[in-house]
């Protein structure tokens, strides 16, 4: 068997974002956000995640999965792979404008529902933070105490979760090993085939059952991403050839030595130690020191 990459946007839609996926979000939400009891989610209405701009001359944003819950909250997922300039920021202005299109003119604002902005990036977001899933709300700075629940930031740094598959306790780590790893699988493993979420999740991205359009779609996505990928190299490559000739032209070698430390620097959200150090000549360590 082979299964489709969760971690595009195609796969990921694909997988949370259809009504037959209804039952299965309600799993991965409750499992990712640690809703339980009184709080666990019950019931959602998937809907269209393409965000209309509702005044003129506003930007149009894409999500990968918008769901509105039971109790009115609305919850945008995205699934991003490269760390885009300015990134950071559309994720606010998704969760603001979502939170502001849900009242019309005239309306009370105590009408307005929280909105929840749940975002897996395949990229380290957050270098001083050591856990993979990571929470922001409004608080106050100095006694730390909430202003207000309503728009609630989460990131999940799938490069951060390293757990095998012997050590996944529980459905949480279950879910996020299937998100970071389905696609290099060509079997559902037991630990994962015993929940009855994942399980039917595997079999929404097993690419036997798959439109000739959808693998079609599925493969300009990686297309895409392997396009931006080179693009982050070859800027790379030109700019330490550039410091390496400047330096040698100057006669002075750190020259090219300080143009490596400013690529490598540019790229710590972007790509592993080893692969810097490998493009840069910098060592491992170095890397390291400039996290």
Same mark, same amino acid.
């Given at each position: ?202 079999? +929404? &991205?097993?690419?036997? =059952? %798959? #439109?000739? @359009? !959808?693998?079609? *779609? ?57 692969? +810097? &150090?490998?493009?840069? =000549? %910098? #060592?491992? @360590? !170095?890397?390291? *020191?400039?996290?």
């Amino acid at each position: 068997m082979r299964f489709l990459d969760v971690k595009t946007d195609f796969a990921f839609k694909k997988v949370f974002g259809s009504e037959r996926s209804k039952p299965l979000l309600i799993n991965f939400l409750n499992a990712i956000l640690d809703y339980t009891g009184e709080y666990a989610i019950t019931d959602l209405t998937i809907i269209d995640p393409y965000q209309a701009p509702a005044i003129k001359g506003m930007k149009d944003t894409f999500v990968d999965v918008k769901a509105i819950l039971a109790n009115g909250s609305t919850v945008i997922i995205e699934m991003q792979v490269l760390n885009v300039e300015g990134f950071e920021k559309r994720v606010l202005y998704n969760a603001a404008k979502t939170y502001a299109a849900q009242l019309d003119k005239g309306e009370q604002y105590s009408l307005l529902n929280p909105v929840i902005a749940l975002t897996f990036v395949d990229f380290i977001m957050f270098p001083e933070q050591r856990e993979t899933l990571s929470r922001y709300k409004l608080l106050e700075t100095q006694t730390l105490t909430h202003y207000s629940d309503d728009i609630e930031l989460i990131f999940i740094e799938l490069p951060k979760f390293t757990l095998s598959l012997d050590d996944l306790n529980n459905i949480h780590d279950k879910w996020i090993y299937f998100v970071k790893n389905a696609g290099k699988l060509d079997y559902i493993p037991d630990a994962l085939m015993v929940e009855a979420s994942i399980n039917e999740a595997f079999g +929404i &991205a097993n690419e036997a =059952g %798959l #439109t000739k @359009a !959808e693998l079609e *779609a599925q493969e300009k996505r990686h297309d895409f991403i392997r396009l931006q990928r080179g693009s982050i190299e070859k800027a790379l490559h030109d700019g330490l050839l550039k410091g390496r000739t400047e330096g040698l032209v100057a006669g002075r070698a750190e020259g090219a030595t300080e143009k490596a430390l400013e690529i490598a620097r540019n790229l710590l959200d972007v790509l592993d130690d080893a692969t +810097i &150090a490998r493009k840069t =000549g %910098l #060592t491992e @360590a !170095e890397i390291k *020191a400039l996290r």
